[in-house]
């Protein structure tokens, strides 16, 4: 007779499995690419401030041995991080004080982005996001209902935006039921996403996910986040492909990374890469200035890298410089 068994999971869909399986444990990290262990203390230190968190699937992506390797350097914690650099805090871009309850943040004119969840399945070392107090500032904990009803009040928004974290960790009956709520709100016309999911986790862009984004009479957007080309791989493209045949826009952000991406050719090559995927170019960040990713700090070679850019490739896959700033009714547009 068998022994008993853990309760099967097997009926939950692929990404949640793949997602609860996620690399937590940095001398996990370590050994699966056959890094050096001396790297361990470091990288302990700083995940006990904001924790290691990345799928395998994106682990299989970086190079074994490399420590600079561009997609492990987004996501392994360092020692830099405890270190302050002045003018880097805790709230960068102003959000605590544009929050207008419930998760909303309507900082834009006809547009308001709500944050449906605190949870991402990555954790990027760089990310504004990692002194945000999500347990108090998320739509999902209040049913949406305030959210839906200050949405519904204003007839000048005509875009909702899902951000987060991550919107995509929910799952898809709850997503549905929010699409489904937004499409009844007569003013709204797009219903946008931004999710690194599709990046770090393809298995995510199901047919369960695809019948809510694109079976309501919203235009959805769904706006990616990828930092370099070997991010894309054979997985994230065939899933783009099942966004597009479905009519989903796809856009991509990246933040400007230093040891990541501060290099012409591989911004060059990351937008070569992402027009063959499907997705447009839309944003190139500078760093928003968060407590802890000094480090990553590249702004000064802004303006040679944007050169390089605008005189290699066709306008179209230049993507736009920009730096949220708080207090400002858009992104700034960076002079370059
Ligand atoms: C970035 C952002 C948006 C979207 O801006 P777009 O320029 O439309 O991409 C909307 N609301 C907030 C609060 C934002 O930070
Ligand atoms: S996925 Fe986005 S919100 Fe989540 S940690 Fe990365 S940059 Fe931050």
């Keep these: 007779m068998p022994a008993a068994t853990p309760v099967s999971n097997t009926d939950s869909p692929r990404w949640q499995r793949e997602l609860a399986e996620a690399v937590r444990d940095p001398a996990e990290l370590l050994a699966l690419l056959d890094l050096d262990p001396a790297l361990l203390p470091a990288a302990r230190a700083a995940a006990a401030q904001f924790p290691l968190r990345v799928p395998r ?9 490399d420590p600079h390797d561009p997609l492990l350097r987004q996501v392994l914690p360092l020692y ?3 270190r302050t650099a002045d003018g880097f805090v805790a709230d960068p871009v102003g959000d ?10 309507h900082k834009y004119h006809g547009r308001v982005l709500l944050v449906a969840t605190g949870a991402c399945a990555v954790h990027c070392r760089y990310c504004f996001r990692r002194h945000f107090p999500y347990a108090e500032a998320n739509a999902a904990a209040g049913q949406w209902e305030a959210a839906l009803r200050y949405i ?15 919107p995509l960790v929910l799952n898809d009956r709850r997503l549905s039921e929010l699409a489904h709520a937004l499409a009844d709100i007569p ?35 769904l706006v990616v986040h990828a930092n370099h080309p070997h991010e894309l791989d ?3 493209a065939d899933a783009a492909a099942r966004l597009r045949a479905r009519g989903v826009t796809l856009l991509n952000q990246t933040v400007l990374l230093a040891g990541v991406n501060d290099d012409p050719e591989v911004l060059i090559a990351l937008s070569e890469r992402l027009f063959e995927c499907g997705i447009q170019p839309y944003y190139l960040h500078a760093l928003d200035r968060v407590q802890g990713a000094g480090h990553f700090q590249a702004d000064a070679e802004l303006p040679a890298l944007m050169q390089a850019l605008r005189a290699r490739l066709p306008g179209y896959l230049v993507p736009r410089p920009v730096r949220e700033e708080p207090g400002q009714p858009a992104k700034t547009p960076l002079p370059y």
Excluded at 96 to 105: C, D, S
């Design 234 to 236: 054979a997985e994230v």
């Design 57 to 65: 699937g994106f682990v299989a992506r970086m190079r074994p041995g």
């Design 80 to 82: 830099e991080e405890l």
């Design 152 to 166: 519904g009040s204003r007839p000048e928004i005509s875009e909702v935006i899902l951000s987060g974290g991550d």
């Design 187 to 221: 003013h709204l016309r797009r219903l946008r996403i931004h999710s690194r999911l599709p990046i770090v986790l393809p298995s995510r862009v199901d047919e369960r996910l695809l019948d809510w984004l694109a079976g309501t009479r919203l235009s959805p957007v």
């Design 96 to 105: 605590l004080q544009a929050m207008a309850g419930h998760g909303v943040l």
